[in-house]
């Protein structure tokens, strides 16, 4: 049995108006991409929701990455992993409850009170002006020496007098 194909999504993150809050879905891998998580701190984001499918070998690094995007956008995470770390996380990036499959002394079913808040933080922007810079350094970096060269090339170039 092979694994199922996967298909890339449009690269948005809904906010989701609820009584509870604003909710945004994500899925997997997604969390691993701090530039596609920004998203939610731009609606305002309460709570982001993330179903995933890990193994062994990836668990719990993932759930912690989990925890770094909760930090960064100031949003509590609610993680569901079937064959890994699941987490509550809050907006701090504090795992409140977590249940883990390969561990047989975890809980499988976990209950907790998880703030369903968000926080403003600088990342989103710090990372958004350090993106900007470090894509006009580089583009600096290859232009310049582009231009000097096209600049001796026009130099080198010497009129043909008329023969008159």
Same mark, same amino acid.
């Given at each position: 049995?092979?694994?199922?194909? #996967?298909?890339? %999504?449009?690269?948005?993150?809904?906010?989701?108006?609820?009584?509870?809050?604003?909710?945004?879905?994500?899925?997997?891998? /997604?969390?691993?991409?701090?530039?596609? @998580?920004?998203? @939610?701190?731009?609606?305002?984001?309460?709570?982001?929701?993330?179903?995933?499918?890990?193994?062994?070998?990836?668990?719990?690094?993932? +759930?912690?990455?989990?925890?770094?995007?909760?930090?960064?956008?100031?949003?509590?995470?609610?993680?569901?992993?079937? %064959?890994?770390?699941?987490?509550?996380? /809050?907006?701090?990036?504090?795992?409140?409850?977590? #249940? /883990?499959?390969? /561990?047989?002394?975890?809980?499988?079913?976990?209950?907790?009170?998880?703030?369903?808040?968000?926080? !403003?933080?600088?990342? @989103?922007?710090?990372?958004?002006?350090?993106?900007?810079?470090?894509?006009?350094?580089?583009?600096?970096? =290859?232009?310049?020496?582009?231009?000097? %060269?096209? =600049?001796?090339? +026009?130099? !080198?170039?010497?009129?043909?007098?008329?023969?008159?």
């Amino acid at each position: 049995m092979g694994v199922e194909p #996967s298909f890339p %999504g449009d690269g948005i993150i809904p906010g989701i108006s609820t009584q509870t809050g604003v909710i945004s879905p994500a899925i997997c891998y /997604d969390l691993d991409f701090p530039e596609l @998580v920004s998203q @939610v701190s731009r609606h305002h984001t309460d709570l982001l929701v993330v179903p995933t499918g890990d193994w062994k070998s990836i668990s719990p690094y993932h +759930t912690y990455m989990a925890a770094f995007r909760a930090i960064e956008n100031g949003v509590s995470v609610l993680k569901a992993v079937t %064959g890994g770390l699941s987490a509550y996380i /809050d907006h701090n990036g504090k795992i409140l409850a977590q #249940s /883990d499959y390969y /561990d047989p002394h975890s809980p499988g079913i976990v209950y907790v009170n998880l703030p369903v808040t968000s926080i !403003k933080t600088p990342f @989103v922007l710090a990372f958004t002006i350090f993106f900007n810079v470090l894509v006009f350094g580089a583009l600096s970096f =290859l232009l310049i020496p582009a231009t000097k %060269g096209l =600049l001796k090339l +026009t130099r !080198k170039v010497k009129p043909v007098p008329d023969k008159a």
